[in-house]
C-alpha cells in the first residue's frame, strides 16, 4: 500500500500576500466604520459605546476566521499564535496538521504544539516558577518572595495610560514590598529594553523577563498574550485572580481580601 502525502512542502507565496491583503483590508475598514459610528453618535455615547462593542467584536471574529483560513502561510499560522487563547485546541490540532511540511518545522508550529499540550495557568492553579532574568541580568530568584502575595503583569504598563500606572503606584505605596511583590514581565529580547522600561515608567517594580519575546515558556504556560494580563498570587503560591486589562479596583479588592484572610488565620493561630 502507498501512502501519499496530501500536504504540499512548501507554503504558497500568493496565499500569503492574498492575507496579507485581506487582514490589512478587515483593519482599514474597522477604522473606518469607528469613524463613522463617532461622527454618527457624537451626541449619544451610550449608542456610541454598544455600537462600539458590537464592532470590536465583529473585527475579532473575522480575524480569527482569516487567520483559520490562511494557517498555511506564515503569517497566518503566526496569527493563529496570537489568537491561541481564543480558538479551541483542537481546531489548531487540526490546523497542525493540515500544513505545509516547511511550516510544520516552523517556531511558530512549535509554539502552538506546546500550547496545545499545555495546561494554561487558570484561577485556582499554582504559579509557576518559570526560568527568567531581571534588570541586572540575574536570575529572579521566586522563593524570595515565597511569604507574599505578587501582583505580576504581563507587560501592558502603557497600555494601562495615566490614570492605570497612578492606581498601581498607589498599590506600591499601600503596601509594604515584604507583603506584596509587583513584578512586571515584559517581552523584550535584551536587557537593556528591559531596562528602558524600568526607566520609562517606575523603579519601584521588579522587572523581567525571559529575553525570548515571541513564543517564550512564560506566555505558553501562564495563557498570556494581550497586554497588559494581571494575575493574583496569594502567599500559598495560588493565583486567585487573573484579567486581561488592569482593573485596579478588582486588584485591590483582590488584594484586601487576601489581607483579612492572613490576619484571620494569625488570630486564630493565636488562640
Same mark, same amino acid.
Given at each position: 500500500m502507498?501512502?501519499? &502525502?496530501?500536504?504540499?512542502?512548501?507554503?504558497?507565496?500568493?496565499?500569503?500576500?492574498?492575507?496579507?491583503?485581506?487582514?490589512?483590508?478587515?483593519?482599514?475598514?474597522?477604522?473606518? *466604520?469607528?469613524?463613522?459610528?463617532?461622527?454618527?453618535?457624537?451626541?449619544?455615547?451610550?449608542?456610541?459605546?454598544?455600537?462600539?462593542?458590537?464592532?470590536?467584536?465583529?473585527?475579532?471574529?473575522?480575524?480569527?476566521?482569516?487567520?483559520?483560513?490562511?494557517? #498555511?502561510?506564515?503569517?497566518?499560522?503566526?496569527?493563529?499564535?496570537?489568537?491561541?487563547?481564543?480558538?479551541?485546541?483542537?481546531?489548531? &490540532?487540526?490546523?497542525?496538521?493540515?500544513?505545509?511540511?516547511?511550516?510544520?518545522?516552523?517556531?511558530?508550529?512549535? #509554539?502552538?504544539?506546546?500550547?496545545?499540550?499545555?495546561e &494554561?495557568?487558570?484561577? $485556582?492553579?499554582?504559579?509557576?516558577?518559570?526560568?527568567?532574568?531581571?534588570?541586572? $541580568?540575574?536570575?529572579?530568584?521566586?522563593? =524570595?518572595?515565597?511569604?507574599?502575595n505578587?501582583?505580576?503583569?504581563?507587560?501592558?504598563?502603557?497600555?494601562? $495610560?495615566?490614570?492605570?500606572?497612578?492606581?498601581?503606584?498607589?498599590?506600591?505605596?499601600?503596601?509594604? *514590598?515584604?507583603?506584596? #511583590?509587583?513584578?512586571?514581565?515584559y517581552?523584550?529580547?535584551?536587557?537593556?529594553?528591559?531596562?528602558?522600561?524600568?526607566? &520609562?515608567?517606575?523603579?519601584?517594580?521588579?522587572?523581567?523577563? =525571559?529575553?525570548?519575546?515571541?513564543?517564550?515558556?512564560?506566555?505558553?504556560?501562564?495563557?498570556v498574550?494581550?497586554?497588559?494580563?494581571?494575575?493574583?498570587?496569594?502567599?500559598?503560591?495560588?493565583?486567585?485572580?487573573?484579567?486581561v486589562?488592569?482593573?485596579?479596583?478588582?486588584?485591590?479588592?483582590?488584594?484586601?481580601?487576601?489581607?483579612?484572610?492572613?490576619t484571620?488565620e494569625?488570630?486564630?493561630?493565636?488562640?
Amino acid at each position: 500500500m502507498v501512502f501519499v &502525502q496530501c500536504a504540499p512542502k512548501f507554503h504558497s507565496a500568493e496565499r500569503e500576500q492574498e492575507y496579507i491583503k485581506a487582514d490589512s483590508t478587515l483593519w482599514v475598514e474597522y477604522e473606518a *466604520e469607528g469613524e463613522r459610528l463617532a461622527e454618527l453618535y457624537a451626541e449619544n455615547e451610550d449608542s456610541l459605546y454598544i455600537m462600539a462593542v458590537e464592532l470590536e467584536a465583529s473585527a475579532d471574529r473575522k480575524n480569527k476566521e482569516l487567520a483559520i483560513e490562511y494557517s #498555511a502561510t506564515p503569517s497566518g499560522l503566526r496569527r493563529c499564535f496570537m489568537l491561541r487563547l481564543d480558538i479551541e485546541k483542537d481546531t489548531l &490540532q487540526d490546523i497542525l496538521s493540515d500544513l505545509p511540511r516547511d511550516l510544520r518545522k516552523s517556531q511558530c508550529a512549535d #509554539a502552538i504544539k506546546a500550547h496545545i499540550v499545555t495546561e &494554561q495557568i487558570e484561577v $485556582g492553579m499554582k504559579f509557576v516558577s518559570i526560568d527568567v532574568v531581571d534588570t541586572d $541580568g540575574d536570575k529572579f530568584a521566586w522563593s =524570595e518572595h515565597r511569604n507574599k502575595n505578587i501582583l505580576l503583569i504581563y507587560g501592558g504598563l502603557g497600555c494601562m $495610560g495615566r490614570f492605570g500606572r497612578r492606581e498601581l503606584a498607589a498599590l506600591r505605596e499601600e503596601y509594604a *514590598e515584604d507583603s506584596l #511583590a509587583i513584578v512586571i514581565y515584559y517581552p523584550v529580547s535584551t536587557i537593556d529594553e528591559l531596562k528602558e522600561f524600568r526607566n &520609562q515608567y517606575s523603579a519601584d517594580y521588579i522587572y523581567i523577563s =525571559e529575553l525570548m519575546p515571541d513564543y517564550s515558556p512564560f506566555k505558553i504556560k501562564y495563557g498570556v498574550q494581550s497586554t497588559p494580563t494581571c494575575l493574583v498570587i496569594d502567599r500559598s503560591g495560588s493565583v486567585v485572580l487573573k484579567t486581561v486589562g488592569f482593573d485596579a479596583e478588582q486588584v485591590k479588592e483582590k488584594l484586601l481580601n487576601l489581607v483579612r484572610k492572613s490576619t484571620t488565620e494569625r488570630l486564630r493561630r493565636n488562640i
